[in-house]
Protein backbone atom coordinates (compact mmCIF):
# COMPACT_ATOMS: atom_id res chain seq x y z
CA UNK A 1 0.00 0.00 0.00
CA UNK A 2 3.12 2.75 0.88
CA UNK A 3 4.55 2.07 -2.51
CA UNK A 4 1.04 2.86 -4.54
CA UNK A 5 0.36 5.98 -2.46
CA UNK A 6 4.15 7.01 -3.07
CA UNK A 7 3.75 6.38 -6.99
CA UNK A 8 0.70 8.06 -7.23
CA UNK A 9 1.89 11.14 -5.96
CA UNK A 10 0.87 10.67 -2.12
CA UNK A 11 3.48 10.95 1.44
CA UNK A 12 4.21 8.27 3.59
CA UNK A 13 5.91 8.12 6.89
CA UNK A 14 8.28 5.46 7.30
CA UNK A 15 10.91 3.95 9.65
CA UNK A 16 14.65 4.46 8.76
CA UNK A 17 17.61 3.53 11.01
CA UNK A 18 18.39 6.86 12.49
CA UNK A 19 14.42 8.50 12.56
CA UNK A 20 11.32 8.51 11.02
CA UNK A 21 11.17 9.68 7.42
CA UNK A 22 8.27 11.58 5.55
CA UNK A 23 8.68 10.43 1.83
CA UNK A 24 7.13 11.47 -1.22
CA UNK A 25 8.07 10.63 -5.35
CA UNK A 26 11.29 12.91 -5.11
CA UNK A 27 10.58 13.31 -9.44
CA UNK A 28 7.12 14.90 -8.57
CA UNK A 29 7.54 18.84 -7.59
CA UNK A 30 3.69 18.65 -6.26
CA UNK A 31 4.10 15.56 -4.20
CA UNK A 32 7.17 17.17 -2.90
CA UNK A 33 5.70 20.43 -2.27
CA UNK A 34 2.97 18.55 0.03
CA UNK A 35 6.37 17.24 2.27
CA UNK A 36 6.71 21.16 2.79
CA UNK A 37 3.03 22.05 3.95
CA UNK A 38 2.34 18.65 5.91
CA UNK A 39 5.65 19.33 8.18
CA UNK A 40 4.93 23.70 8.34
CA UNK A 41 8.76 22.87 6.52
CA UNK A 42 10.47 26.49 5.05
CA UNK A 43 10.55 26.08 1.67
CA UNK A 44 14.57 27.08 1.47
CA UNK A 45 15.31 24.10 3.67
CA UNK A 46 16.01 20.83 1.02
CA UNK A 47 15.34 17.29 1.32
CA UNK A 48 17.19 14.49 1.17
CA UNK A 49 16.66 11.68 -1.07
CA UNK A 50 16.64 8.14 -0.37
CA UNK A 51 17.46 5.72 -2.75
CA UNK A 52 17.71 1.27 -2.56
CA UNK A 53 20.43 1.25 -5.37
CA UNK A 54 23.00 2.74 -6.60
CA UNK A 55 21.85 2.12 -9.93
CA UNK A 56 19.30 4.75 -9.27
CA UNK A 57 22.40 7.87 -8.86
CA UNK A 58 22.84 8.15 -12.91
CA UNK A 59 19.58 10.35 -12.75
CA UNK A 60 19.99 12.34 -9.30
CA UNK A 61 23.45 13.61 -9.42
CA UNK A 62 27.43 12.99 -10.13
CA UNK A 63 30.15 11.34 -8.46
CA UNK A 64 32.06 13.66 -6.88
CA UNK A 65 36.23 12.12 -5.76
CA UNK A 66 35.88 9.68 -2.59
CA UNK A 67 32.04 9.46 -3.33
CA UNK A 68 31.88 5.61 -4.18
CA UNK A 69 34.69 4.47 -1.62
CA UNK A 70 32.21 5.99 1.13
CA UNK A 71 29.15 4.35 -0.45
CA UNK A 72 31.37 1.04 0.11
CA UNK A 73 31.92 1.76 3.40
CA UNK A 74 28.86 3.04 4.74
CA UNK A 75 25.95 2.23 2.57
CA UNK A 76 23.21 1.20 3.56
CA UNK A 77 23.83 3.47 6.48
CA UNK A 78 23.22 6.66 8.33
CA UNK A 79 25.65 8.53 6.17
CA UNK A 80 24.21 11.32 3.56
CA UNK A 81 26.14 12.30 0.69
CA UNK A 82 26.02 15.74 -0.55
CA UNK A 83 26.97 15.87 -4.56
CA UNK A 84 26.45 17.64 -7.63
CA UNK A 85 21.90 17.87 -8.96
CA UNK A 86 21.49 16.54 -12.12
CA UNK A 87 18.31 17.92 -13.83
CA UNK A 88 16.14 14.88 -13.52
CA UNK A 89 15.50 16.11 -9.59
CA UNK A 90 13.22 19.34 -9.28
CA UNK A 91 14.81 22.26 -7.65
CA UNK A 92 11.54 22.29 -5.00
CA UNK A 93 13.79 19.52 -3.65
CA UNK A 94 17.09 21.04 -3.15
CA UNK A 95 15.53 24.27 -2.31
CA UNK A 96 17.46 25.82 -5.82
CA UNK A 97 20.73 24.56 -4.49
CA UNK A 98 22.91 23.02 -7.18
CA UNK A 99 23.72 20.01 -4.70
CA UNK A 100 21.39 17.11 -3.61
CA UNK A 101 22.09 15.41 -0.40
CA UNK A 102 21.16 11.53 -0.81
CA UNK A 103 21.47 8.64 1.45
CA UNK A 104 20.66 4.90 1.23
CA UNK A 105 19.10 4.04 4.57
CA UNK A 106 19.51 0.73 5.96
CA UNK A 107 16.45 -0.13 8.35
CA UNK A 108 14.42 -3.32 6.00
CA UNK A 109 10.78 -1.49 6.19
CA UNK A 110 12.43 1.99 4.39
CA UNK A 111 14.49 -0.58 1.57
CA UNK A 112 11.67 -2.75 1.04
CA UNK A 113 9.24 0.28 0.68
CA UNK A 114 12.17 2.03 -1.81
CA UNK A 115 12.18 -1.20 -3.75
CA UNK A 116 8.22 -1.73 -4.16
CA UNK A 117 7.63 1.87 -5.50
CA UNK A 118 11.35 1.99 -7.64
CA UNK A 119 11.62 5.65 -7.42
CA UNK A 120 13.63 7.84 -5.42
CA UNK A 121 12.06 9.01 -2.29
CA UNK A 122 12.41 12.83 -0.90
CA UNK A 123 11.84 12.30 3.07
CA UNK A 124 12.91 15.00 5.48
CA UNK A 125 12.37 13.60 9.09
CA UNK A 126 8.57 13.19 9.63
CA UNK A 127 8.18 15.81 12.59
CA UNK A 128 6.02 18.73 12.35
CA UNK A 129 9.06 21.52 12.03
CA UNK A 130 10.42 22.85 14.99
CA UNK A 131 9.51 19.91 16.82
CA UNK A 132 12.41 16.85 17.81
CA UNK A 133 12.25 13.98 14.97
CA UNK A 134 10.61 11.29 15.56
CA UNK A 135 12.03 8.08 16.43
CA UNK A 136 8.87 5.72 17.09
CA UNK A 137 5.83 5.99 15.15
CA UNK A 138 3.62 7.29 18.08
CA UNK A 139 6.07 10.94 17.67
CA UNK A 140 4.91 10.67 14.29
CA UNK A 141 1.45 10.22 15.08
CA UNK A 142 1.65 12.74 17.52
CA UNK A 143 2.63 15.56 14.74
CA UNK A 144 0.95 14.21 11.65
CA UNK A 145 -2.32 12.48 12.47
CA UNK A 146 -4.77 13.75 9.96
CA UNK A 147 -2.24 14.98 7.54
CA UNK A 148 -0.95 11.83 5.95
CA UNK A 149 -2.59 9.16 4.83
CA UNK A 150 -0.12 6.24 6.10
CA UNK A 151 2.43 5.91 8.66
CA UNK A 152 4.21 2.48 8.33
CA UNK A 153 5.75 0.95 11.88
CA UNK A 154 8.83 -0.10 12.50
CA UNK A 155 9.52 0.00 16.08
CA UNK A 156 12.03 2.47 17.67
CA UNK A 157 15.01 3.99 15.40
CA UNK A 158 17.76 2.05 16.51
CA UNK A 159 20.51 5.01 15.74
CA UNK A 160 17.54 7.48 17.41
CA UNK A 161 19.84 10.94 15.66
CA UNK A 162 19.66 11.39 12.19
CA UNK A 163 21.77 11.04 9.84
CA UNK A 164 25.48 12.37 8.98
CA UNK A 165 25.54 15.13 6.39
CA UNK A 166 28.82 15.13 4.49
CA UNK A 167 29.30 17.92 2.13
CA UNK A 168 31.50 16.68 -1.35
CA UNK A 169 31.45 19.94 -3.14
CA UNK A 170 33.17 22.47 -1.39
CA UNK A 171 36.54 21.46 -1.10
CA UNK A 172 37.94 19.24 1.67
CA UNK A 173 34.98 16.67 2.86
CA UNK A 174 32.94 18.91 5.88
CA UNK A 175 30.24 17.22 8.12
CA UNK A 176 27.72 19.90 8.11
CA UNK A 177 25.56 17.87 10.39
CA UNK A 178 27.13 15.15 12.69
CA UNK A 179 25.23 11.49 13.03
CA UNK A 180 25.87 7.81 13.56
CA UNK A 181 28.74 7.67 10.85
CA UNK A 182 31.30 9.53 13.00
CA UNK A 183 34.64 11.30 12.01
CA UNK A 184 36.61 9.14 12.74
CA UNK A 185 34.92 6.72 10.44
CA UNK A 186 34.48 8.74 7.71
CA UNK A 187 38.25 10.00 8.21
CA UNK A 188 39.20 6.11 8.32
CA UNK A 189 38.28 6.32 4.58
CA UNK A 190 38.51 9.54 3.16
CA UNK A 191 41.27 10.91 5.30
CA UNK A 192 41.28 14.54 7.08
CA UNK A 193 37.63 15.72 7.12
CA UNK A 194 36.24 19.39 8.74
CA UNK A 195 33.62 19.51 11.15
CA UNK A 196 31.16 22.74 10.31
CA UNK A 197 31.87 25.14 12.97
CA UNK A 198 27.82 25.56 14.15
CA UNK A 199 28.08 22.10 14.69
CA UNK A 200 29.29 22.96 18.51
CA UNK A 201 28.49 26.68 18.45
CA UNK A 202 25.12 28.92 17.55
CA UNK A 203 25.41 30.81 14.23
CA UNK A 204 26.98 34.09 14.64
CA UNK A 205 25.59 37.08 13.48
CA UNK A 206 26.04 37.42 9.19
CA UNK A 207 27.60 34.00 9.31
CA UNK A 208 26.23 32.06 6.05
CA UNK A 209 24.79 28.43 7.15
CA UNK A 210 26.86 25.76 5.05
CA UNK A 211 23.76 24.02 5.55
CA UNK A 212 20.39 25.71 5.48
CA UNK A 213 19.10 22.92 8.12
CA UNK A 214 21.84 25.08 10.93
CA UNK A 215 19.49 28.30 10.23
CA UNK A 216 16.48 26.88 11.69
CA UNK A 217 15.51 26.77 15.66
CA UNK A 218 15.13 23.09 16.01
CA UNK A 219 14.96 20.46 18.73
CA UNK A 220 14.00 22.88 21.44
CA UNK A 221 11.68 21.67 24.05
CA UNK A 222 9.15 24.75 25.72
CA UNK A 223 11.28 24.91 28.48
CA UNK A 224 14.89 26.07 29.20
CA UNK A 225 17.46 23.49 28.72
CA UNK A 226 20.98 24.27 30.76
CA UNK A 227 24.15 22.21 29.98
CA UNK A 228 26.03 21.24 33.27
CA UNK A 229 29.59 21.09 32.73
CA UNK A 230 32.25 19.96 34.84
CA UNK A 231 34.01 16.66 36.91
CA UNK A 232 31.67 13.88 37.21
CA UNK A 233 30.86 14.57 41.27
CA UNK A 234 30.42 18.57 40.91
CA UNK A 235 27.92 17.83 38.16
CA UNK A 236 25.73 15.66 40.29
CA UNK A 237 26.01 18.10 43.20
CA UNK A 238 25.26 21.23 41.28
CA UNK A 239 22.84 19.82 39.55
CA UNK A 240 21.11 18.68 42.45
CA UNK A 241 21.69 22.15 43.60
CA UNK A 242 19.85 24.09 40.17
CA UNK A 243 17.09 21.77 40.73
CA UNK A 244 16.45 22.48 44.50
CA UNK A 245 16.60 26.57 43.64
CA UNK A 246 14.58 26.15 40.45
CA UNK A 247 11.58 24.18 42.43
CA UNK A 248 12.21 26.51 45.81
CA UNK A 249 11.05 29.22 42.74
CA UNK A 250 8.32 27.53 42.04
CA UNK A 251 9.27 26.48 39.16
CA UNK A 252 8.58 22.93 37.56
CA UNK A 253 11.95 21.36 36.95
CA UNK A 254 13.25 17.84 36.12
CA UNK A 255 17.03 16.49 35.12
CA UNK A 256 18.53 14.77 32.21
CA UNK A 257 21.36 12.66 33.47
CA UNK A 258 23.48 9.25 32.84
CA UNK A 259 22.14 6.00 34.31
CA UNK A 260 25.42 5.80 36.82
CA UNK A 261 23.78 9.32 38.52
CA UNK A 262 20.02 8.22 38.47
CA UNK A 263 20.71 7.30 42.51
CA UNK A 264 22.77 10.31 43.10
CA UNK A 265 20.03 12.46 41.54
CA UNK A 266 17.04 10.99 43.09
CA UNK A 267 14.08 13.22 44.06
CA UNK A 268 15.34 15.71 41.35
CA UNK A 269 13.13 13.89 38.45
CA UNK A 270 15.56 12.62 36.35
CA UNK A 271 15.14 10.89 33.36
CA UNK A 272 17.76 8.47 32.25
CA UNK A 273 19.79 9.17 28.93
CA UNK A 274 21.47 5.85 29.01
CA UNK A 275 25.23 5.45 30.07
CA UNK A 276 27.84 8.08 30.16
CA UNK A 277 29.93 5.39 28.48
CA UNK A 278 28.33 4.38 25.58
CA UNK A 279 26.94 7.84 23.68
CA UNK A 280 24.85 5.69 21.17
CA UNK A 281 22.12 4.99 24.51
CA UNK A 282 21.73 8.73 24.91
CA UNK A 283 21.18 9.19 21.03
CA UNK A 284 19.08 6.67 20.95
CA UNK A 285 16.50 8.52 23.54
CA UNK A 286 17.45 12.10 22.72
CA UNK A 287 14.81 12.95 21.21
CA UNK A 288 11.98 10.91 23.12
CA UNK A 289 13.12 12.62 26.49
CA UNK A 290 13.11 15.56 24.66
CA UNK A 291 9.48 15.43 23.60
CA UNK A 292 8.51 13.71 27.52
CA UNK A 293 9.75 17.47 28.96
CA UNK A 294 7.44 18.97 27.20
CA UNK A 295 4.56 16.34 27.65
CA UNK A 296 5.26 16.90 31.10
CA UNK A 297 5.48 20.76 30.91
CA UNK A 298 8.62 20.85 32.36
CA UNK A 299 10.07 25.17 32.39
CA UNK A 300 13.81 24.53 33.63
CA UNK A 301 15.99 20.98 32.27
CA UNK A 302 19.39 20.47 34.20
CA UNK A 303 21.19 18.39 31.38
CA UNK A 304 24.67 16.37 31.75
CA UNK A 305 27.14 16.51 28.75
CA UNK A 306 29.76 14.18 27.46
CA UNK A 307 32.52 14.36 25.27
CA UNK A 308 31.84 15.61 21.71
CA UNK A 309 33.32 12.49 20.24
CA UNK A 310 32.13 9.51 17.92
CA UNK A 311 28.45 9.18 18.18
CA UNK A 312 29.06 11.98 21.13
CA UNK A 313 29.38 14.95 18.50
CA UNK A 314 25.98 14.31 17.05
CA UNK A 315 24.44 13.81 20.94
CA UNK A 316 26.35 17.65 22.00
CA UNK A 317 25.08 19.01 18.47
CA UNK A 318 21.18 18.13 19.43
CA UNK A 319 21.34 18.75 23.11
CA UNK A 320 23.70 21.95 22.41
CA UNK A 321 20.58 23.27 19.97
CA UNK A 322 17.85 21.82 22.15
CA UNK A 323 19.67 24.39 25.06
CA UNK A 324 20.21 27.32 22.62
CA UNK A 325 23.71 26.31 24.07
CA UNK A 326 23.11 27.52 27.48
CA UNK A 327 26.25 26.06 28.93
CA UNK A 328 26.46 26.73 33.46
CA UNK A 329 29.93 24.92 34.30
CA UNK A 330 29.17 22.97 37.77
CA UNK A 331 31.78 25.15 39.94
CA UNK A 332 29.83 28.14 39.29
CA UNK A 333 27.00 26.94 40.61
CA UNK A 334 28.79 25.14 43.38
CA UNK A 335 30.14 28.53 43.85
CA UNK A 336 27.00 30.28 44.32
CA UNK A 337 25.93 31.34 40.69
CA UNK A 338 22.70 30.74 39.40
CA UNK A 339 22.43 31.02 35.82
CA UNK A 340 18.66 31.60 35.09
CA UNK A 341 16.54 34.39 35.59
CA UNK A 342 14.43 34.49 39.40
CA UNK A 343 10.95 33.89 37.96
CA UNK A 344 8.34 37.06 38.38
O1 LIG B 1 18.50 10.48 9.00
C1 LIG B 1 18.06 11.32 8.22
O2 LIG B 1 18.81 12.00 7.48
C2 LIG B 1 16.54 11.52 8.16
C3 LIG B 1 15.93 10.23 7.60
C4 LIG B 1 14.44 10.36 7.38
O3 LIG B 1 16.58 9.85 6.43
N1 LIG B 1 16.20 12.65 7.35
C5 LIG B 1 16.43 13.92 7.76
O4 LIG B 1 16.01 14.88 6.87
O5 LIG B 1 16.92 14.19 8.83
P1 LIG B 1 15.87 16.42 7.24
O6 LIG B 1 15.21 17.05 6.09
O7 LIG B 1 15.20 16.54 8.55
O8 LIG B 1 17.33 16.97 7.30
C6 LIG B 1 18.07 17.18 6.11
C7 LIG B 1 19.24 18.08 6.40
C8 LIG B 1 18.79 19.50 6.64
O9 LIG B 1 19.60 20.06 7.67
C9 LIG B 1 19.07 20.17 5.29
O10 LIG B 1 19.30 21.55 5.43
C10 LIG B 1 20.31 19.42 4.83
O11 LIG B 1 20.10 18.09 5.27
N2 LIG B 1 20.42 19.41 3.36
C11 LIG B 1 19.66 18.74 2.47
N3 LIG B 1 20.04 19.02 1.21
C12 LIG B 1 21.06 19.88 1.30
C13 LIG B 1 21.88 20.57 0.34
N4 LIG B 1 21.70 20.40 -0.97
N5 LIG B 1 22.84 21.41 0.81
C14 LIG B 1 23.02 21.60 2.15
N6 LIG B 1 22.29 20.97 3.09
C15 LIG B 1 21.32 20.14 2.68
MG1 LIG C 1 14.49 17.27 10.31
Known amino acids: ?22 GANALNEEAVRAIFAA ?25 PEGAERLMDAFWPGPLTLLMPRRPAIPPVVTAGLDTVAVRMPSHPVALSLLKACGLPIAAPSAN ?38 LDLCHGRPCVLRPGGVTREMLESVLGPVDIAGSVLRPLQEGEVARSPGMRYRHYAPEGQVWLVTGSEADTARAIRKLFTEAESQGRRA ?25 PSETAQ ?58 SG
Open 254 to 278: CVMCFSEHMEALAGCRPHDIGSRLH
Open 39 to 63: KGRPADNPLIVHIHDRSQLAEICDL
Open 128 to 165: RSGKPSPTQASHVLEDMEGRIPLILDGGPCEVGVESTV
Open 285 to 342: CLFDTLRRLDAEGMELVFSEVMPPEGVGLAVMNRLGRAAAFRTVSAAEVLAGQLPFAQ
Open 1 to 22: MGAAILREGGLVAFPTETVYGL
